[in-house]
C-alpha cells in the first residue's frame, strides 16, 4: 500500500512553469513505477508521463515532449513534474500514480494507487 499527495499546482500564464512534486508514502517507492495524468473539465483522465522504478527510463504524450520532465527522488519518496512553456490546453487536474508491477505502461488500468490531484490553470 502506498499514500501519494501531489502539490505545486496553481494559476500560471502562458508560457509560465510549474513543478509538481508527489510524496509517497507507505511501502518501498522505489518499487513502485510512477505516472502522471491530467483531467480536463469534461474530458478523460489522460496519460501525460512515467518513470520506471530506477528513474532511468522515461516516457511522455506527444502534446508535451520537450516542455515537461518527469523525475523522481527514491531517498525522499518523491517524484516531480516540472512543467515548462505552458499552454491554455495544459489546464487540468494533474493526478500521480504508483504502479506496483513491472515496467511502465500509459493506461489508467494500469497504475494501483492515485493522490487526490492537484489543479494547474493556465491563463491566455
Known amino acids: 500500500q502506498v499514500q501519494l499527495v501531489e502539490s505545486g499546482g496553481g494559476l500560471v500564464q502562458a508560457g509560465g512553469s510549474l513543478r509538481l512534486s508527489c510524496a509517497a508514502s507507505g511501502r518501498s517507492f522505489s518499487s513502485y513505477a510512477m505516472g502522471w495524468f491530467r483531467q480536463a473539465p469534461g474530458k478523460e483522465r489522460e496519460f501525460v508521463a512515467a518513470i520506471d522504478r530506477s528513474g532511468a527510463n522515461t516516457y511522455y504524450r506527444d502534446s508535451v515532449k520537450g516542455r515537461f520532465t518527469i523525475s523522481r527522488d527514491n531517498a525522499k519518496n518523491t517524484v516531480y513534474l516540472q512543467m515548462n512553456s505552458l499552454k491554455p490546453e495544459d489546464t487540468a487536474v494533474y493526478y500521480c500514480?504508483?504502479?506496483?508491477?513491472?515496467?511502465?505502461?500509459?493506461?489508467?488500468?494500469?497504475?494501483?494507487?492515485w493522490g487526490q490531484g492537484t489543479q494547474v490553470t493556465v491563463s491566455s
Open positions: 500514480a504508483a504502479r506496483s508491477r513491472y515496467g511502465m505502461v500509459i493506461t489508467r488500468t494500469g497504475y494501483d494507487y
